[in-house]
């Protein structure tokens, strides 16, 4: 709501609303926010992922994506480089 003005579901009742936000995904903010930098979808995304295991580990991991999407430095990392790091 922050970023695009708007509440993320307009559901008509309370226990709509309530399950729209844990069943859907909120829409993309580069739907709603034209010329807005589409990275931000994946960072939104990640942030308020369903699933835990697939949100950021900590506020300084989402903070430090911030930053470098606002530097310009922001790179998507997959499975498969996180899994290389690892060795």
Not at 15 to 38: Q, R, T
Not at 42 to 70: E, Q, V, W
């Amino acid at each position: 709501q922050l970023i695009t003005g708007q509440l993320p579901f307009e559901e008509k009742s309370i226990e709509d609303i309530k399950n729209a936000h844990i069943n859907k995904n909120i829409p993309l903010v580069s739907k709603i926010v034209l010329g807005i930098d589409k990275n931000i979808d994946d960072i939104i995304s990640k942030a308020t992922a369903k699933n835990p295991g697939s949100r950021y580990l900590s506020a300084t991991a989402f903070k430090n994506d911030l930053i470098a999407l606002a530097k310009g430095n922001y790179k998507k990392e997959n499975l498969l480089s996180k899994l290389l790091k690892k060795l």
